[in-house]
């Protein structure tokens, strides 16, 4: 018979089909979870950022959850899903108090976060975290474009920077806890009755 015998090819198929049990293999399948469930966890973000968490700060940066929320979206549901919800979750933030960037800011992380999303693994940790320093780093510029050539506010770049770099720390930091919070509940799940 010759490698290229359809023939022997299907025999080939048909006896290895026939002989050999195999065991079932548990395979983990990703679902994306509801968008309207995302929503509501985003307003519960944002609210969470606007009461709670709005005195918690490391030198003048404060933590943006939404910015962890919309990363993890994007890298888990793609680029409509992360960017919605980036938009509606930054519009939400600057109707409690903004002057635009947030909707602009949010609906770009949302995007660009979706569009790693068919190029890594959305649980990498690695990946996971360097996608919310890049978003913080994104959103932040967002802001200084606009209060830069919107409100036309000058002299802003240094003290932006240096708020920036602590809420980078700050965000992956989140990252990290939501990452180690997901890990305990999956092994959780996966232990034996």
């Known amino acids: 018979m010759s490698a290229r015998d359809p023939a022997a090819g299907a025999l080939r198929l048909r006896d290895a089909s026939q002989g050999v049990r195999r065991r079932p293999v ?93 190029r890594f693994f959305a649980d990498s940790p690695p990946v996971f975290l360097s996608a919310i320093a890049g978003a913080t780093v994104v959103r932040a510029v967002a802001s200084y474009v606009v209060l830069e050539t919107g409100f036309g506010e000058r002299a802003l770049f240094v003290p932006m920077s240096h708020e920036t770099f602590w809420s980078v720390i700050l965000d992956v930091a989140v990252g990290a806890v939501v990452l180690f919070v997901r890990h305990v509940a999956s092994l959780r799940s996966a232990r034996p009755l």
């Open 26 to 118: 548990d395979a983990e399948v990703s679902v994306a979870p509801r968008f309207s469930v995302l929503l509501l966890i985003g307003v519960l973000a944002v609210l969470a950022q606007a009461t709670v968490l709005h005195g918690v700060m490391l030198r003048g940066a404060h933590v943006s959850l939404v910015t962890v929320l919309v990363v993890w979206t994007g890298l888990r549901c793609g680029v409509v899903t992360g960017g919605w919800l980036g938009l509606l979750c930054g519009f939400l933030e600057d109707a409690l108090g903004g002057g635009g960037a947030n909707t602009l800011g949010a609906a770009l992380v949302g995007f660009l976060s979706g569009s790693l999303s068919n």
